[in-house]
């Protein structure tokens, strides 16, 4: 079993940024990669960021590309997302996640955080 632990979320204005960790209890072959949803009110939940371990592969949805930067740091079992030039529709609950595959497909994933809330005030 894998946990994951995300810290960093928090209240900023338009324009500003924030850099979310998503903190594993140990890396497996079932959680080689590690991505980043969110969940706005109302609104399915949707992919943002995946890293592969031990590789130098990323993807990103189209929505963050030039603002958000997902890296991870293998020696803490941690994995980052760097915010920047945040939006008001950037608010929403962000989790990591960790699974085999480097998908978009939240059910790809295998092992969930318990969240952390990014509010951006305009």
């Known amino acids: 079993q894998v946990q994951l632990v995300e810290s960093g979320g928090g209240l900023v204005q338009a324009g500003g940024s924030l850099t979310l960790s998503c903190a594993a209890s140990?890396?497996?072959?079932?959680?080689?990669?590690t991505g980043w949803f969110r969940q706005a009110p109302g609104k399915e939940r949707e992919f943002v960021a995946a890293?592969?371990?031990?590789?130098?592969?990323?993807v990103y949805a189209d929505f963050v590309k030039g603002r958000f930067t997902i890296s991870r740091d293998d020696a803490k079992n941690t994995v980052y997302l760097q915010m920047n030039s945040l939006e008001s529709d950037d608010t929403a609950v962000y989790y990591c996640a960790a699974g085999r595959t480097r998908s978009e497909d939240t059910t790809q994933y295998t092992y969930w955080g318990q969240g952390t809330q990014v509010t951006v005030s305009s």
């Open positions: 140990k890396r497996t072959i079932s959680s080689v990669v």
């Open positions: 890293i592969t371990w031990g590789g130098v592969g990323t």
